[in-house]
Each structure stands twice: as C-alpha cells, then as structure tokens.
C-alpha cells in the first residue's frame, strides 16, 4: 500500500488550517495557568500544553505566522519538512525537519516564541506529517498570520521567501 496525504487526511481525520495544510488537535492539558502566570500579552488563561497532528502535501504551504507561546515540531512520516524562520533578532534560516539521514536534518524542532515560521514539503509529490506541541497551550488569539507587506517591510532582505511563503 502507497502511503499518501489523502491517506492520512482521512485516517487521522484531519480538517483545513487557516495557515495552510491540514490539523487536528490530540491534546489540551487539563491544567490551566491563570493569566496573572503568564506574560502580559497573553489574554486570559490558558492550558498548560497541546498537541496536534499537522499535514503538509506539496501543493500546500504553512505560510508566515508566530505564536506567544513555544512550539515544538516532531516528525512522523513522508518527505522532510523545510522550515523557515525569521528569529527574533530578524535573522532568516531554514531548517529541515525529517528523517533522510543527511546531516543537518533533524526530527524535532523547538521554535521560540515570537520568532516568524514558514513551511513546505521538501520534495514533489509527497507529503510531510508532523506532530506540533505548544506551551503553554495553543489558543488562536496568539495566533497571527503574516502579512506580507507588513514582513518585507521589516525584512526587505528576505522579500523572495515572504512573498512565496504567504498568502496576502
């Protein structure tokens, strides 16, 4: 049996990301942190961890976006994921997330809080599934999307990768 994306969107019954690809949570901590725990730009309460399945095929991308909070990518299965990031001190960097052996891949990836990521499946025809744990857990309003004008302006160096890395 050829393991594709397809397979995975249904058996793992995975639904559309705002970012691009395909998601479903598989965990939400049951303990909470109060707002006066955590940093002054999180609102509200949050639990302490989650956990989802996230899909990539080749005809999709996750473009730019950050989060408040940490998040670790773990790798599963498919073609390595590459990941490009803008660090807090405006450096651009890609890393390769996935099991190929060649030396500077890797099977997880902590990406600190605030710092601007972007993915796509390194080869055609494929797919990349990983797994993504965020601490404290994930809640959408610490989400935020990249805009594009907004990114090259702030990063006039890296006008190419925002550009084929988001969607407006």
Not at 61 to 88: C, M, N, Q, T
Not at 112 to 118: T, V
């Amino acid at each position: 049996m050829v393991v594709t994306a397809k397979y995975w969107i249904e058996k793992l019954s995975l639904i559309k990301h705002p970012e691009g690809g395909y998601y479903r949570e598989t965990y939400r901590s049951d303990i909470l942190i109060s707002s006066d725990s955590l940093p002054k730009d999180y609102q509200g309460q949050r639990n302490s961890c989650t956990a989802i399945y996230y899909l990539l095929s080749e005809a999709d991308f996750s473009a730019f976006h950050r989060l408040k909070s940490d998040e670790i990518f773990h790798f599963y299965s498919g073609s390595p994921l590459l990941v490009h990031l803008i660090d807090d001190q405006g450096r651009y960097f890609c890393q390769k997330v996935g099991t190929q052996g060649q030396e500077n891949d890797i099977l997880q990836l902590v990406i600190p809080r605030g710092w601007w990521f972007a993915s796509e499946v390194s080869e055609p025809n494929s797919y990349s599934l990983i797994g993504c744990t965020v601490s404290p857990g994930f809640n959408f309003n610490d989400f935020e999307l990249g805009s594009r004008e907004l990114l090259i302006q702030m990063y006039p160096n890296y006008q190419d990768i925002i550009t084929r890395m988001t969607y407006n």
